[in-house]
């Protein structure tokens, strides 16, 4: 069986934009769904980590939870355009998350931006665990 | 918006007016600052007011409003129920395009169905046209957001279960379904202010762009329609008038002539429709007409429809040059995000010709005019 590898895809779908990350476990999964996410939004090669963020959410079960944890993502995007690089989960649980996130302001002038997201939605939300990785599956309304 | 413009005289000047609307009207992810950042106060007020704020504020005209679906204004709208959080995102929001499908296009009537009709409406061959197709920004998608959590929770509270976990509901009449109604009203008000700055700004570019008069522009309002939004209705059902709530979610209002929510002048026609097609083919003007409210609450398509996803798109996008492309087909494009433009190229949508002559077949609206892009700005 293969190793689990930290790391995201983009997937197909009709009107929206998806993506399937992977993990060893819960907190690199997520830290990679949050670059999966990122990448959606503007091109990671040009973006910084001049400065950090703290991020934390909490739901109800894991696919809540990676729901809750990229709209705060995307929350912080919304209200300041913060794009993230680098991301690392220092406490995971299955109703909790916590995470820090280093990056910078969106900056047109020097990022390639590629999409705005509306939403991360429920539609196909699933976070499950196969061969001794952890994966996930998220749709975003774009 | 119609202008007493003709095409042929402008062509050349087309990139010029691309520019200056692609200069005023910010577009494209974080698209703000379009006009002076609100006040919480202020943005409450429009989400009350609709788009008379705008037009209090300068944005438009009065007249204006006779033109605009529910007069620019849902009521009932509740600005308390929107959140912190959505309030923050649509404080410098007003005005601007954002990203995805959303699109300002320069376009001339090339083809007139209904020549009785368009004359009505003040519409002409070779004519230039402006299509704005915007809503309610990061404050609509928040209080979706927002309510999607509301709804989750009385799902279980009224034993409701849906195929996906995307849809959500709620019976129309508990207080979650009474508030989220106030709360989209809310949504739907800042959509029409949206539309109405846009416009605005739209007239404000042309009339620099060529330099001259409101008056020989002769910029107006045809009319607004939404394209996604619930609303209490009367409709007939099983032969007896009933209050309905119609949502019409990637569908148009098609109210057929002499239905009492039509502006007089256009009593006699139909309410005008606008369907989007896609960036290079053409876009349609419709009016609505009787079988749409025997078939289909009163309603029409919205747009062509994709026939390849995103990222289908983006694939075949990168074998074409996507500026070549659009100059080839005669459309001047401006954009902040070139995947985005990869992903709306209009050999990503169906043909909206066949889809608009579906429409008019099935007797729910009828084709007045065809307008063919020539200018698009884009997020």
Same mark, same amino acid.
């Given at each position: 069986?293969?190793?689990?590898?930290r *790391?995201?895809? #983009?997937?197909?779908?009709?009107?929206?934009?998806g993506?399937?990350?992977?993990?060893?476990?819960?907190?690199?999964?997520?830290?990679?769904?949050a670059q999966?996410?990122?990448?959606?939004?503007?091109?990671?090669?040009?973006?910084?980590?001049?400065?950090?963020?703290?991020?934390?959410?909490?739901?109800?079960g894991?696919?809540?939870?990676?729901?809750?944890?990229?709209?705060?993502?995307?929350?912080?995007?919304?209200?300041?355009?913060?794009? *993230?690089?680098?991301?690392?989960?220092t406490?995971? #649980?299955?109703?909790?998350?916590?995470?820090?996130?280093?990056?910078?302001?969106?900056?047109?002038?020097?990022h390639?931006?590629?999409? #705005?997201?509306?939403a991360?939605?429920?539609?196909?939300?699933?976070?499950?665990? #196969?061969?001794?990785?952890?994966?996930?599956?998220?749709?975003?309304?774009? | 918006?119609?202008?007493g413009?003709?095409?042929?005289?402008?062509?050349?000047?087309?990139?010029?007016?691309?520019?200056?609307?692609?200069a005023?009207?910010?577009?494209?992810?974080?698209?703000?600052?379009?006009?002076?950042?609100?006040?919480?106060?202020?943005?409450?007020?429009?989400?009350?007011?609709?788009?008379k704020?705008?037009?209090? &504020?300068?944005?438009?005209r009065?007249?204006?409003?006779?033109?605009?679906?529910?007069?620019?204004?849902?009521?009932?709208?509740?600005?308390?129920?929107?959140?912190?959080?959505?309030?923050?995102?649509?404080l410098?929001?007003?005005?601007?395009?954002?990203?995805?499908?959303?699109?300002?296009?320069?376009?001339?009537?090339?083809?007139?169905?209904?020549p009785?009709?368009?004359?009505?409406?003040?519409?002409?061959?070779?004519?230039?046209? !402006?299509?704005?197709?915007?809503?309610?920004?990061?404050?609509?998608?928040?209080?979706?957001?927002?309510?999607?959590?509301?709804?989750? &929770?009385?799902?279980?509270k009224?034993?409701? $279960?849906?195929?996906?976990?995307?849809?959500?509901?709620?019976?129309?009449?508990?207080?979650?379904?009474?508030?989220y109604?106030?709360?989209?009203a809310?949504?739907? &008000?800042?959509?029409?202010?949206? $539309?109405?700055?846009?416009?605005s700004?739209?007239?404000?570019?042309?009339?620099?762009?060529?330099?001259?008069?409101?008056?020989?522009?002769?910029?107006?309002?045809?009319?607004? !329609?939404?394209? &996604?939004? =619930?609303?209490?209705?009367?409709?007939?059902?099983?032969?007896?008038?009933?209050?309905?709530?119609?949502?019409?979610?990637?569908?148009?209002?098609a109210?057929?002539?002499?239905?009492?929510?039509?502006?007089?002048?256009?009593?006699?026609?139909?309410?005008?429709?606008?369907?989007?097609?896609?960036?290079?083919?053409?876009?349609?003007?419709?009016?609505?007409?009787?079988?749409?409210?025997?078939?289909?609450?009163?309603?029409?398509?919205?747009?062509?429809?994709?026939?390849?996803? $995103?990222?289908?798109?983006?694939k075949?996008?990168? =074998?074409?040059?996507?500026?070549?492309?659009?100059?080839?087909?005669?459309? !001047?494009?401006?954009?902040q995000?070139?995947?985005?433009m =990869?992903?709306?190229?209009?050999?990503?949508?169906?043909?909206?010709?066949?889809?608009?002559?579906?429409?008019?077949?099935a007797?729910?609206?009828?084709?007045?005019? $065809?307008?063919?892009?020539?200018?698009?700005?884009?997020?």
């Amino acid at each position: 069986m293969a190793e689990p590898r930290r *790391g995201f895809r #983009e997937i197909d779908h009709t009107a929206d934009v998806g993506i399937e990350a992977e993990g060893a476990t819960p907190a690199e999964l997520f830290a990679a769904a949050a670059q999966g996410f990122y990448s959606l939004i503007a091109d990671p090669a040009g973006v910084a980590a001049k400065e950090e963020i703290s991020v934390a959410a909490s739901a109800s079960g894991w696919d809540e939870l990676l729901q809750a944890w990229l709209s705060e993502l995307l929350a912080e995007f919304n209200l300041r355009g913060f794009v *993230g690089k680098d991301c690392a989960i220092t406490r995971i #649980e299955a109703a909790r998350v916590h995470g820090t996130v280093k990056g910078e302001p969106l900056d047109l002038t020097r990022h390639r931006f590629h999409t #705005e997201i509306k939403a991360v939605t429920y539609h196909e939300l699933k976070v499950w665990q #196969e061969g001794g990785a952890w994966r996930a599956r998220v749709i975003f309304d774009v | 918006m119609k202008t007493g413009l003709v095409f042929e005289d402008l062509r050349k000047l087309i990139p010029h007016i691309v520019e200056a609307l692609f200069a005023v009207i910010p577009s494209g992810v974080g698209g703000e600052g379009a006009i002076p950042k609100l006040t919480k106060d202020a943005e409450k007020r429009l989400l009350r007011d609709g788009a008379k704020w705008a037009v209090a &504020n300068g944005y438009g005209r009065a007249e204006d409003l006779e033109h605009t679906e529910e007069g620019g204004c849902l009521r009932g709208a509740d600005a308390e129920l929107i959140s912190e959080r959505a309030l923050e995102r649509g404080l410098k929001q007003v005005g601007t395009l954002g990203s995805g499908n959303h699109f300002l296009e320069i376009g001339r009537v090339d083809e007139i169905y209904t020549p009785q009709i368009a004359n009505a409406l003040g519409v002409f061959e070779g004519q230039v046209v !402006v299509l704005i197709h915007s809503g309610s920004r990061g404050l609509g998608y928040q209080t979706c957001e927002d309510f999607l959590r509301v709804m989750n &929770n009385a799902m279980t509270k009224y034993d409701i $279960r849906l195929p996906d976990r995307q849809l959500a509901a709620t019976p129309i009449r508990s207080a979650e379904g009474q508030d989220y109604l106030a709360a989209m009203a809310a949504a739907a &008000n800042y959509a029409w202010v949206n $539309r109405q700055v846009i416009m605005s700004l739209a007239e404000k570019a042309f009339l620099k762009a060529l330099d001259i008069s409101p008056a020989a522009l002769g910029f107006s309002l045809v009319y607004d !329609v939404c394209h &996604n939004i =619930a609303k209490m209705e009367d409709h007939v059902v099983d032969g007896k008038k009933r209050r309905v709530c119609v949502h019409r979610k990637g569908a148009t209002r098609a109210f057929p002539p002499h239905h009492p929510q039509i502006p007089s002048d256009y009593r006699e026609i139909g309410q005008p429709i606008l369907i989007p097609g896609d960036m290079a083919r053409y876009s349609y003007l419709l009016v609505g007409a009787e079988a749409a409210m025997e078939q289909t609450f009163g309603s029409t398509c919205h747009g062509a429809g994709r026939v390849m996803s $995103r990222a289908q798109s983006k694939k075949h996008s990168q =074998a074409i040059n996507i500026d070549r492309e659009m100059e080839r087909r005669g459309v !001047v494009a401006r954009y902040q995000g070139r995947a985005t433009m =990869a992903e709306e190229m209009p050999h990503a949508y169906k043909d909206v010709a066949d889809v608009v002559e579906t429409m008019d077949l099935a007797g729910v609206s009828k084709r007045v005019a $065809r307008l063919r892009p020539v200018g698009v700005v884009k997020g």
